[in-house]
T-cell receptor
Framework: DAGVTQTPRHEVAEKGQTIILKCEPVSGHNDLFWYRQTKIQGLELLSYFRSKSLMEDGGAFKDRFKAEMLNSSFSTLKIQPTEPKDSAVYLC?????????????FGPGTRLTVL | GDSVTQTEGLVTLTKGLPVMLNCTYQTTYSPFLFWYVQHLNEAPKLLLKSSTDNKRTEHQGFYATLHKSSSSFHLQKSSVQLSDSALYFCALSGTSGGNYKPTFGKGTSLVVHP
């Protein structure tokens, strides 16, 4: 089976641009997570979907970050407008049923650099 | 809200020595604890998980015991190898009341020297 797929792997944006990151979860998985990874803060949860319903919208990340689950096999994370402090690795993860299996599979991530 | 605190920053060891990476947590819910490992330029992968109090769980030579009385889930290995050099994350999730949001610690880098 294919694992979690993320595109692009690298993205460079100018401050103020809109960028869209993409994620395809493992086929059949019901739950999907978006994280931001930095050396200082580690992994921070941005969004959490259960069966395409948004369960967690990231609190402090709400204003410029918007994740959507367009169908069960595709999700996007939009950052609008980008700021230099958004430079990080963005990870997507999926789970067959997080509240039962507690198994979470991560994608390779998208490294975002905002100039 | 929930929180996870790990051994700060960088742990450097010589091959063959034992290691313990600390993890403590705070939650008002019944906890499920995890350790993830992330090698350089790779995705994090699950190493261990547990929700059972005082039961040791093991995988790939690593082990941890969830102690609810002290809110701890420390990761240990009796003899580290060069291939254990990686970033280790402790994470927490609630198991009831719909509180399934995972919370991660900031990570501990383990570097093993020959």
């Amino acid at each position: 089976d294919a694992g979690v797929t993320q595109t692009p792997r690298h993205e460079v944006a100018e401050k103020g641009q809109t960028i869209i990151l993409k994620c395809e979860p493992v086929s059949g998985h019901n739950d999907l997570f978006w994280y931001r990874q930095t050396k200082i803060q580690g992994l921070e949860l941005l969004s959490y979907f259960r069966s395409k319903s948004l369960m967690e919208d990231g609190g402090a990340f709400k204003d410029r970050f918007k994740a959507e689950m367009l169908n069960s096999s595709f999700s996007t994370l939009k950052i609008q407008p980008t700021e230099p402090k958004d430079s990080a690795v963005y990870l997507c993860a999926s789970s067959p049923d997080w509240g039962a299996s507690y198994e979470q599979y991560f994608g390779p991530g998208t490294r975002l650099t905002v100039l | 809200g929930d929180s996870v605190t790990q051994t700060e920053g960088l742990v450097t060891l010589t091959k063959g020595l034992p290691v313990m990476l600390n993890c403590t947590y705070q939650t008002t819910y019944s906890p499920f604890l995890f350790w993830y490992v992330q090698h350089l330029n790779e995705a994090p992968k699950l190493l261990l998980k547990s929700s059972t109090d005082n039961k040791r769980t093991e995988h790939q030579g690593f082990y941890a015991t969830l102690h609810k009385s002290s809110s701890s889930f420390h990761l240990q290995k009796s003899s580290v190898q060069l291939s254990d050099s990686a970033l280790y994350f402790c994470a927490l999730s609630g198991t009831s009341g719909g509180n399934y949001k995972p919370t991660f610690g900031k990570g501990t880098s383990l570097v093993v020297h020959p």
